[in-house]
């Protein structure tokens, strides 16, 4: 497997990018990502009409099948513990090419979170451009 690198931008519902609680909340997942050494680094984005800047994180997966299940595992627990929480993932596929896949909802299942994953990382995506 050759490493890919995805950017990450963690959400919650309802809150805005200065609100101490979405703070907390990337901080979860920066530390869930470090705790089965997947180390991330942040990059801000402007919010327009806010004070603050959206976070997004990066992460390079590759190596090993185990590292993309340590990711799903990651994923899936922080998305469960607020169901306020959504995850968008979008890779750069170096040709033009992106794909962005967002995992949100109530009861996020580790097999959506899986084949979201499976998604992010084939080598074709489903649409041209997508």
Request: charged fraction near 30%.
């Amino acid at each position: 497997m050759t490493s890919t690198t995805i950017i990450l931008r963690p959400e919650l519902a309802g809150l805005g990018a200065d609100d101490e609680r979405t703070h907390a909340t990337v901080q979860e997942l920066v530390d869930d990502l470090r705790s089965v050494e997947i180390p991330p680094s942040a990059q801000g984005r402007p919010r327009p009409g806010t004070k603050g800047e959206l976070t997004d994180l990066v992460i390079s997966l590759g190596g090993s099948t185990a590292v993309v299940g340590a990711a799903v595992r990651v994923f899936h627990l922080w998305l469960s513990r607020d169901r306020r929480r959504s995850l968008t993932l979008t890779t750069d596929r170096g040709d033009g090419r992106r794909t962005v896949v967002e995992i949100s909802g109530d009861a996020v299942s580790d097999e959506t979170v899986r084949e979201a994953m499976r998604q992010l990382l084939e080598d074709e995506p489903d649409e041209p451009g997508a």
